[in-house]
T-cell receptor, first 113, second 115 residues
């Protein structure tokens, strides 16, 4: 069975500082991995995805994530936080089969001016 | 991009009423999902469908029901709304097979308040 753990339900950074949101997964097969962002009163929007091509994946809004098989991690980073990055972020894993995505519990990112 | 629509966006209703939350997509995708999410909290999968006349219950037990008579529509119904049903309901779609990667595309959500 696959699972996702997001370390830290709330992360707070200063504007301009590095953003690091952690995601560890468990999967019996090489997975597909996703990061989604959710702004208040909206649905989820895909930030980026890993599909077994390049291990460093670049997404929208300056975010990127690196797939590390040895660490079973897929952490999300952004070099310089912007106020508009404040949102809820969800990591998700797919085992490539016919089962729905498994989502982590989410990490709320706050950006302080 | 998402091409998935949910109506209404906001609904306030009294206890005991029957309600149907609409979800429709224009991409012809086979897979559709319903999630329940309290504000700022995790997503709970309540129903999903992999095609017409195919529906499955998700991880979270729900008093709601769904139907999939047409590929484009995946409505969710509550026969008798209760305050405990107050939540946000998110609908999503996903392509089957090929290079779909099981990637899900989400609608904007319906925020339901039951008084």
């Amino acid at each position: 069975a696959q699972s996702v753990t997001q370390l830290g339900s709330h992360v707070s950074v200063s504007e301009g500082a590095l953003v690091l949101l952690r995601c560890n997964y468990s999967s019996s097969v090489p997975p597909y991995l996703f990061w989604y962002v959710q702004y208040p009163n909206q649905g989820l929007q895909l930030l980026l995805k890993y599909t077994s091509a390049a291990t460093l994946v670049k997404g929208i809004n300056g975010f990127e994530a690196e797939f590390k098989k040895s660490e079973t991690s897929f952490h999300l980073t952004k070099p310089s936080a912007h106020m508009s990055d404040a949102a809820e972020y969800f990591c998700a894993v797919s085992d490539k089969g016919n089962t729905p995505l498994v989502f982590g519990k989410g990490t709320r990112l706050s950006v302080i001016a | 991009e998402a091409d998935i629509y949910q109506t209404p966006r906001y609904l306030v209703i009294g206890t005991g009423k029957k309600i149907t939350l609409e979800c429709s997509q224009t991409m012809g995708h086979d897979k559709m999902y319903w999630y329940q999410q309290d504000p700022g909290m995790e997503l709970h999968l309540i129903h999903y469908s992999y095609g017409v006349n195919s529906t499955e219950k998700g991880d979270l037990s729900s008093e709601s029901t769904v139907s999939r008579i047409r590929t484009e529509h995946f409505p969710l119904t509550l026969e008798s709304a209760r305050p405990s049903h107050t939540s946000q309901y998110l609908c999503a779609r996903a392509l089957t097979g090929g290079f779909s990667y099981n990637e899900q595309f989400f609608g904007p959500g319906t925020r339901l308040t039951v008084l």
